[in-house]
């Protein structure tokens, strides 16, 4: 994308590959807000949309500054859904089971970045547009399946009483 879409070189592909990074910090550093919300599972769901949704607009746009924008609201979204995932975690599974949990949902975080695979095969056989379109498009198609086979997820909330509950006593 960086030479062939934003007719730039090695500065334009480390502003590319920066713009994610500088949203997540952003993201992480203005994330009070987030202790708030109450339904998490909607949140997260939210937030992997507005993922997707901005790196398929980012496939369609030739500015690089407009690219740059929506690649840091992408990566913006990521300590957002993390927060969220991880608090309905830490919440629902008893003490005993936590780390084991933990490890598996670390696991599939990584396994994640097999996506890229997916990503270079589609743009094998077509091209890098197509690949991050599709990818974007599939992730929000993705989102709207699991709320759909996953009901509970998408109205799963946080009630006041938990935030207080004494967790050394589990």
Same mark, same amino acid.
């Given at each position: ?47 992997? @949309?507005?993922? =997707? /949704?901005a790196?398929?607009?980012?496939? &369609?746009?030739?500015m %690089?500054? $407009? ?34 949990l ?28 197509v690949?991050? @379109?599709?990818? =974007? /498009? ?5 989102? &709207?399946?699991?709320? %759909?086979? $996953? ?20």
């Amino acid at each position: 994308m960086a030479t062939v879409h934003f007719h730039g070189g090695a500065e334009t592909f480390g502003l590319l590959t920066a713009a994610p990074g500088v949203g997540a910090v952003l993201g992480g550093m203005l994330s009070g807000w987030l202790a708030n919300i109450r339904f998490q599972g909607r949140a997260v769901l939210i937030a992997v @949309v507005i993922w =997707g /949704l901005a790196i398929a607009c980012f496939g &369609f746009v030739s500015m %690089l500054w $407009i690219g740059l924008i929506l690649l840091g609201i992408a990566g913006w979204q990521t300590p957002v859904s993390q927060t969220m995932r991880t608090t309905i975690l830490q919440v629902e599974t008893p003490n005993r089971l936590r780390g084991r949990l933990s490890s598996l949902h670390s696991t599939a975080v990584q396994a994640g970045q097999l996506g890229n695979a997916e990503a270079g095969l589609v743009a094998s056989l077509s091209n890098a547009q197509v690949s991050i @379109v599709s990818g =974007g /498009l599939g992730c929000v198609l993705g989102v &709207f399946i699991i709320a %759909l086979l $996953i009901p509970s997820y998408a109205r799963y909330r946080l009630d006041e009483h938990v935030l207080d509950q004494d967790f050394e006593n589990e």
